[in-house]
């Protein structure tokens, strides 16, 4: 067992760690919930289940990792937003109707 005296580190010259200061403008770009808006969209346009189930998940998941507060949410709210209309019109819409016949 060593002793205390044979510890070559410094505790007085110890410092908190802290964080750098980024701008809202320098955050990298959240690639989630692009790729949500891109899934909700098509979802919505061509009626495909697995877009609007996969726009979904990723703006769930960017909404896990969200950093700034207000860009983010607008985005995150907009593929929520395509996502659940994808699935509304996809489970609940209307489907194609046949043709009476005379």
């Known amino acids: 067992m060593a002793s205390q005296s044979n510890d070559p580190r410094l505790p007085s010259a110890a410092r ?3 964080q750098p200061v980024v701008a809202p403008q320098d955050l990298p770009v959240d690639y989630s919930g692009f790729i949500a808006v891109i899934f909700g ?3 919505a346009m061509f009626r495909y289940k697995a877009c ?3 726009a979904i998940i990723f703006s ?5 990792n969200m950093r700034n507060m207000e860009n983010d949410l607008k985005q995150i709210s907009m593929a929520m937003m395509f996502g659940i209309m994808g ?10 109707r046949p043709t009476p016949k005379k």
């Open 87 to 96: 699935l509304v019109t996809n489970y609940l819409g209307l489907g194609p």
């Open 52 to 54: 609007s189930w996969l």
């Open 16 to 18: 908190p760690n802290k």
């Open 60 to 64: 769930a998941q960017s909404l896990a």
């Open 41 to 43: 969209v098509f979802g």
